[in-house]
């Protein structure tokens, strides 16, 4: 076997040992629009981690996330991205993070008008160090960026753009690791 042969060899076992060792799947994302646009360059980040992700479901609100009847089959991480607090009683908050945090770590990205956990048994990624606020549409170039002054990190509409996206997915992946 050539030394090119053994390198493409090597690299496609690295791709998909997750696959066959069990741990794929073992992050699972919960969260608003911000979140579900970000899936797949997400799971791009964490696949070149040796992880796996799934989606599994929308909630956009500490309220709607606190009602998620949780599922940790083959999950070792939950995020947890609501864009906005919701008005339901009780601390949603901890409601939400409880679900899980028992069983799984718990990684939290607080979007939009979301309040992040100050007490609770969490990691918490601030966002806004590479996205700015929910209004915010560019952000200076990091080292990664292939651009000169700002990056476009949400549209005209606030959605997050592909480079927005691509900061999230950074975050996040760095949290879990």
């Known amino acids: 076997m050539t ?10 076992t690295w791709y998909v040992l997750p696959v066959f060792s069990g741990n794929h799947g073992d992050v699972a994302v919960w969260g608003g629009g911000s979140i579900e646009s970000s899936i797949d360059t997400l799971s791009f980040e964490l ?4 992880r796996g992700v799934q989606w599994a479901g929308a909630g956009s609100t500490w309220c709607e996330l606190a009602d998620v009847e949780p599922s940790t089959a083959g999950v070792d991480v939950v995020v947890l991205a609501p864009e906005a607090n919701g008005t339901c009683a009780g601390d949603a908050v901890a409601a939400a993070i409880g679900r899980w945090s028992d069983a799984v770590e718990v990684v939290v990205v607080p979007l939009g008008g979301a309040t992040a956990p100050t007490s609770h048994h969490a990691t918490v990624i601030d966002a806004e160090v590479l996205l700015g606020t929910g209004t915010t549409t560019s952000m200076p170039c990091e080292w990664w960026d292939s651009c000169q002054g700002d990056v476009a990190v949400r549209g005209p509409d606030g959605e997050l753009t ?10 996040i992946s760095a949290a879990i690791g």
């Open 3 to 12: 030394i090119t042969g053994f390198g493409i060899l090597a690299a496609a």
């Open 47 to 50: 696949r070149d981690r040796g």
């Open 162 to 171: 592909e480079a927005g996206r691509a900061r999230l997915a950074r975050m």
